[in-house]
């Protein structure tokens, strides 16, 4: 069964500096997608960035990467030059084919605190 | 991300009520998906619609029942429901099942 596990609850960062969530996952699929997602408090999951199985290279979306390594099966998010407002959730998220349906299963999240 | 609205975005019910979510996309997507984020639970996949069709059923209980009239709605009628369904309700769509899924803001919902 496909899992996504985070096993960092809650991470504080100050301002400015860059840090790292974890995530790793398991699946017997081939092909599959990693994302991340961001939720603040008001609750919106907003889409970050995402891995492809088969992409070569790391995912970058400004100050936003993803640091896959597939044999290891992990998928860290490292933000660059936190800012306050990067306070939220982040949840890591990975796609599998059932044969019907495409779904999207989670994980628990990690909590960030973006401190001055 | 204003792509995907969702009304109304608070709702307090008393477990006889039958009320109604609502979730509009405005992306052109083909695929639409119900979620529910209880406290401390990862997100759960409730039902999933792709061009109109429901794909999935995640063994939902049938006091919630979906509905969608075409790609670019999506409804979650509630009716009988229990203090413990009690959660954000989040609707998401994608262009396709395997394609990036975008949400809407979702349905803070109380049931007393």
């Known amino acids: 069964a496909q899992k996504i596990t985070q096993t960092q609850p809650g991470m504080f960062v100050q301002e400015k500096e860059a840090v790292t969530l974890d995530c790793t996952y398991d699946?017997?699929?081939?092909?599959?997608?990693l994302f991340w997602y961001k939720q603040p408090s008001s609750g919106e999951m907003i889409f970050l960035i995402y891995q492809g199985s088969y992409d070569e290279q790391n995912a970058t979306e400004g100050r936003y990467s993803l640091n896959f390594q597939k044999a290891r099966k992990s998928a860290n998010l490292v933000i660059s030059a936190s800012q306050l407002g990067d306070s939220a959730m982040y949840f890591c998220?990975?796609?599998?084919?059932?044969?019907?349906?495409?779904?999207?299963?989670f994980g628990t999240g990690t909590r960030l605190q973006v401190t001055l | 991300e204003t792509g995907v609205t969702q009304t109304p975005r608070h709702l307090v019910m008393g477990m006889t009520n039958k009320k109604s979510l609502k979730c509009e996309q405005h992306l052109g997507h083909n695929a639409m998906y119900w979620y529910k984020q209880s406290a401390k639970k990862p997100l759960e996949l409730m039902f999933v619609?792709?061009?109109?069709?429901?794909?999935e059923n995640n063994s939902v209980p049938s006091r919630f029942s979906p509905e969608c009239p075409n790609s670019s709605h999506l409804f979650l009628h509630l009716h009988t429901l229990q203090p413990e369904d009690s959660a954000l309700y989040l609707c998401?769509?994608?262009?396709?099942?395997?394609?990036?899924?975008?949400f809407g803001p979702g349905t803070r919902l109380l049931v007393l």
């Open positions: 699946t017997s699929d081939q092909s599959y997608g």
């Open positions: 998401a769509s994608s262009q396709g099942q395997e394609e990036t899924q975008y």
């Open positions: 998220a990975m796609t599998y084919y059932t044969g019907t349906a495409s779904k999207l299963t």
């Open positions: 619609y792709n061009f109109k069709e429901q794909t």
